[in-house]
């Protein structure tokens, strides 16, 4: 066993083994009835890629707290670049795969689109499992501290199931790392959903016929990409070329003699070289030439590239329906672990802590089909429902792709 001298070391062993079992725990959902969905209404592999990438956020996590807990550092970005991009790599993916999903409602631009239907939707889609957590986590609070809930926090609630900030509840200033800090992402969601995605599919409609429809995404990906240089509140220019390599993604996908040739085998290898790289000579995702190796990787997925038979297992597919779940409740299992159950986790040598991982990702799986089950799965269906009910045509009014993604 290698020494533990920060909070990495371990990992190298135990992290592709919990890629593993997490997917052997789906296979075994799989086996036991859990829903998946119908092939053929999926566009790539987009499905099987989700499970992976909010796997690779509790592997990333699970690095901070060991951090925190055994070399007593704060809560910050690991320094190994691999480790680190577990986060903001999975997270960048997870942009792309919303842009490119999201991408056929720009197709059919601003005034062929039932615009109050696609936001119920998405409602219906997001903030059920946001609302569970919150309330689980001031369950939480409450259990550590004893205090009790006032108006103050009726306000502090509405701001994370929105997405806008995560303020204290219940006067705990670290309410927020019981989830990881993760909904500033779905603030960024929100972002796409409310703004860019209308505006372009608005400038779709100016340019059909007169400029190839890939101008509309390349000109967001150029604008965004020369934006960095000025100073936009939440970094909006560092993300928003994410949505747009999706949106390109979809449109490369488009061509058949393209498509055919991301998905052979050899793609496969040069696809996952080049995200192999990116992760390894960069410390994050967002400046150009990690973003072309994640991109080239996210691209090859959506045309259909199963990686070598990964993301086409039911195990893959499995996690791919628990992703959301698994990425938004990820942070209770670790924090409880970390904190509530220290004395336990402080008894393991250091070199040995990552033993712990694979047993808390099958946790998370379990729970995450659980949520899936009693809150995400009625959820999507009463935003289709109600959204059908809404176009007056009584049935669901759902995207192009039929592909759930947040995020």
């Given at each position: ?201 608005i400038g779709m409609d100016l340019v059909r016929g007169r400029l190839p429809s890939w101008s509309i995404p390349a000109a967001l990906l150029i604008g965004a990409l020369t934006a960095r240089a000025i100073d936009v509140p939440r970094n909006i220019p560092t993300y928003l070329p994410l949505f747009a390599i999706g949106m390109l993604a979809f449109e490369i996908a488009r061509h058949a003699n393209v498509k055919a040739r991301l998905r052979g085998g050899r793609a496969a290898a040069v696809a996952g070289l080049s995200l192999a790289v990116a992760m390894s000579m960069f410390h994050e995702p967002f400046h150009i030439v990690p973003l072309s190796g994640f991109a080239l990787f ?110």
């Amino acid at each position: 066993m290698p020494t533990f001298d920060h909070p990495f070391a371990a990992l190298v062993l135990f992290a592709p083994l919990t890629f593993c079992v997490a997917t052997l725990a789906g296979n075994a959902l799989a086996r036991a009835g859990f829903p998946l969905p119908d092939t053929r209404q999926r566009i790539g592999h987009i499905d099987g890629l989700r499970g992976y990438l909010a796997l690779s956020v509790l592997v990333h996590h699970f690095v901070v707290w060991t951090g925190i807990t055994r070399l007593n550092l704060g809560w910050a970005a690991p320094a190994d670049n691999v480790l680190n991009q577990l986060g903001p790599g999975a997270v960048a993916l997870f942009f792309m795969t919303t842009g490119f999903v999201f991408y056929p409602r720009v197709l059919t631009g601003w005034r062929a689109n039932r615009w109050v239907a696609v936001y119920i939707g998405r409602v219906f889609r997001i903030v059920p499992l946001v609302a569970a957590s919150v309330v689980t986590i001031a369950l939480i609070v409450h259990w550590r501290t004893g205090a009790a809930a006032g108006w103050r926090d009726v306000r502090a609630a509405a701001l994370w199931i929105s997405s806008w900030s995560q303020p204290p509840l219940l006067g705990y200033s670290s309410a927020s790392r019981l989830n990881a800090h993760v909904l500033w992402s779905l603030w960024h969601e929100w972002f796409f959903y409310l703004l860019v995605l209308p505006a372009c599919a608005i400038g779709m409609d100016l340019v059909r016929g007169r400029l190839p429809s890939w101008s509309i995404p390349a000109a967001l990906l150029i604008g965004a990409l020369t934006a960095r240089a000025i100073d936009v509140p939440r970094n909006i220019p560092t993300y928003l070329p994410l949505f747009a390599i999706g949106m390109l993604a979809f449109e490369i996908a488009r061509h058949a003699n393209v498509k055919a040739r991301l998905r052979g085998g050899r793609a496969a290898a040069v696809a996952g070289l080049s995200l192999a790289v990116a992760m390894s000579m960069f410390h994050e995702p967002f400046h150009i030439v990690p973003l072309s190796g994640f991109a080239l990787f996210f691209t090859a997925v959506a045309c259909g590239n199963p990686m070598g038979g990964l993301l086409a297992t039911r195990g893959a597919r499995v996690l791919g329906e628990c992703s959301y779940g698994l990425y938004l409740l990820h942070g209770i299992v670790l924090a409880l672990t970390f904190v509530e159950g220290r004395a336990w986790v402080d008894r393991l040598p250091v070199s040995w802590v990552g033993v712990i991982l694979p047993v808390l990702t099958i946790l998370a799986v379990l729970v995450t089909a659980v949520t899936y089950l009693i809150i995400e799965r009625p959820g999507i269906r009463a935003g289709r429902y109600l959204s059908g009910w809404w176009t007056g045509r009584g049935r669901p009014a759902v995207g192009a792709t039929e592909l759930e993604v947040a995020p």
